[in-house]
């Protein structure tokens, strides 16, 4: 919980000074008590007392205070609401290490059935863009909220040649940036980029990454597959020989670090379906602060009244 108005707290600090200023009347009550009756006729004198039940209007009422101070502070809290009208791309390294078995049945089909289950889960006005990218990169789908279109493209996805991250994430803000503005703004946009290593070739990615930061489109990386992974190339000569194609999750981190977005890893199946699940729910929803004032402010009045029905209830039956 936060406050939208915290200098106001400082009255706070009157509270003790209110519950000094009560103890010393209440010193002076019971001194003027003495100097009418002796302490041996004040039974007879006064035979219903309301003992410590006396201090209980003035607890309600110190309590009350408080909570119009904490009232008058807006009180906020923070929580997730659902985001209307967004474009997310979904940028997938398709190159020829996206072949590699290490996540079954291979990288490029577990990336594909991930983002099915993503494009599921997001709410269905939100708008759902697909990249691929390898030396080039190619929109399969502009952002749209046609989720057959949008599964249509993630299958036509094939692996062949090399990486191209930074001419990825300039083409994918290229197109978020040109989404139809909305009461002269344009609606939150995000990328989601998919690969298993660095880029080989084409733009400095981190300077992508820093341009899509300008434009307030946040990048936010996966970095899939495990150190183990392995494909097949052709050798020079002919034959073949195996090499190996681990992920690169500290290049990745850096561009997603540079866009202001968030960067995750995937080292299996199960793995990479819990990151889209995540991403999914981050993505679907922003954070707002809503006041709760009025919950702050209605235990005042309840504790203010509690303390008044006190007063009258005990009080009057001594008069």
């Given at each position: 919980?936060?406050?939208?108005?915290?200098?106001?707290?400082?009255?706070?600090?009157?509270?003790?000074l209110?519950?000094?200023?009560?103890?010393?009347?209440?010193?002076?009550?019971?001194?003027?008590?003495?100097?009418?009756a002796?302490?041996?006729?004040?039974?007879?004198?006064?035979?219903?007392?309301?003992?410590?039940?006396?201090?209980?209007?003035?607890?309600?009422?110190?309590?009350?205070?408080?909570?119009?101070?904490?009232?008058?502070?807006?009180?906020?809290?923070?929580?997730?609401?659902?985001?209307?009208?967004?474009?997310?791309?979904?940028?997938?390294?398709?190159?020829?290490?996206?072949?590699?078995?290490?996540?079954?049945?291979?990288?490029?089909?577990?990336a594909?059935?991930?983002?099915?289950?993503?494009?599921?889960?997001?709410?269905?006005?939100?708008?759902?863009?697909?990249?691929?990218?390898?030396?080039?990169?190619?929109v399969?789908?502009?952002?749209?909220?046609?989720?057959?279109?949008?599964?249509?493209?993630?299958?036509?996805?094939?692996?062949?040649?090399?990486?191209?991250?930074?001419?990825?994430?300039?083409?994918?803000?290229?197109?978020?940036?040109?989404?139809?503005?909305?009461?002269?703004?344009?609606?939150?946009?995000?990328?989601?980029?998919?690969?298993?290593?660095a880029?080989?070739?084409?733009?400095?990615?981190?300077?992508?990454?820093?341009?899509?930061?300008?434009?307030?489109?946040?990048?936010?990386?996966?970095?899939?597959?495990?150190?183990?992974?392995?494909?097949?190339?052709p050798?020079?000569?002919?034959?073949?020989?195996?090499?190996?194609?681990?992920?690169?999750p500290?290049?990745?981190?850096?561009?997603?670090?540079?866009?202001?977005?968030?960067?995750?890893?995937?080292?299996?199946?199960?793995?990479?379906?819990?990151?889209?699940?995540?991403?999914?729910?981050?993505?679907?929803?922003?954070?707002?602060?809503h006041?709760?004032?009025?919950?702050?402010?209605?235990?005042?009045?309840?504790?203010?009244?509690?303390?008044?029905?006190?007063?009258?209830?005990?009080?009057?039956?001594?008069?």
């Amino acid at each position: 919980m936060s406050f939208a108005a915290p200098l106001v707290l400082l009255a706070l600090l009157g509270l003790p000074l209110l519950a000094l200023m009560y103890l010393a009347e209440q010193r002076t009550r019971v001194t003027a008590a003495a100097a009418f009756a002796s302490p041996a006729v004040q039974a007879s004198v006064a035979p219903r007392r309301p003992g410590w039940r006396r201090h209980l209007p003035m607890l309600a009422i110190l309590i009350a205070i408080a909570l119009l101070i904490l009232a008058a502070a807006r009180p906020q809290r923070t929580v997730a609401v659902p985001v209307e009208r967004a474009s997310i791309m979904l940028a997938t390294d398709v190159s020829g290490s996206m072949t590699a078995k290490d996540l079954a049945p291979n990288r490029l089909q577990a990336a594909k059935q991930a983002a099915h289950r993503f494009v599921q889960q997001v709410p269905s006005r939100v708008n759902v863009g697909v990249m691929a990218f390898n030396d080039i990169a190619r929109v399969l789908q502009s952002p749209t909220t046609d989720r057959q279109a949008v599964n249509a493209a993630i299958n036509g996805m094939t692996p062949s040649g090399g990486t191209a991250t930074g001419n990825a994430i300039d083409t994918a803000v290229g197109v978020l940036n040109r989404a139809p503005k909305l009461n002269g703004k344009r609606p939150p946009a995000a990328l989601v980029l998919l690969s298993d290593g660095a880029s080989t070739r084409g733009r400095d990615p981190v300077a992508a990454a820093q341009a899509a930061r300008k434009l307030h489109i946040p990048v936010y990386t996966v970095a899939l597959g495990t150190s183990n992974g392995t494909i097949t190339v052709p050798r020079r000569g002919g034959g073949t020989v195996t090499q190996r194609v681990p992920p690169d999750p500290a290049s990745l981190a850096q561009i997603a670090r540079a866009s202001g977005g968030a960067t995750f890893t995937a080292q299996t199946t199960a793995g990479l379906k819990q990151v889209y699940e995540k991403l999914g729910s981050q993505l679907s929803h922003r954070k707002e602060k809503h006041q709760i004032t009025t919950a702050f402010a209605g235990g005042a009045a309840v504790l203010l009244l509690a303390g008044l029905g006190m007063s009258l209830g005990w009080f009057g039956r001594l008069i």
